[in-house]
């Protein structure tokens, strides 16, 4: 079992920055890790995912170049620097976990995730 709990979440202003983190616990050896968002009224959505390494990333394309995905093994943490961020940003942000590549992520979005967290909420105001 791997348990997942986001933070950083806010108001912020169009232009400007945040952190989120996702904290892991449980048994997170050898897991890839990303974060979905959900706006009001749409499906989830994949936004980035990061191999247990740390050595190969994934973006969705709307994000590329302003968003990183980073990770600290040794505090179970992954983070999302969010920069330049836009209204259309603006969602719940959820962290996922599964066992092996993080392409399965970037591949099979949301089916290939084994675990999810509660989300935290982004508003980004314009």
């Known amino acids: 079992q791997v348990q997942l709990v986001e933070s950083g979440g806010g108001l912020v202003q169009a232009g400007g920055s945040l952190r989120l983190s996702c904290a892991a616990s449980g048994r997170t050896f050898n897991y890839a890790m990303g974060w979905f968002r959900q706006a009001p009224g749409k499906a989830r959505e994949f936004v980035a995912a990061?191999?247990?390494?740390?050595?190969?990333?994934y973006y969705r394309n709307s994000v590329k170049g302003r968003f990183t995905i980073s990770r600290e093994n040794a505090k179970n943490t992954v983070y999302l620097q969010m920069n330049s961020l836009k209204s259309e940003d603006t969602a719940v942000y959820y962290c996922?976990?599964?066992?092996?590549?993080?392409?399965?992520?970037?591949?099979?979005?949301?089916?290939?995730?084994?675990?999810w967290g509660k989300g935290t909420l982004v508003t980004v105001s314009s």
């Open positions: 990061i191999s247990w390494s740390g050595g190969t990333t």
């Open positions: 996922a976990a599964v066992q092996g590549r993080a392409g399965t992520i970037f591949e099979k979005g949301r089916d290939g995730v084994e675990y």
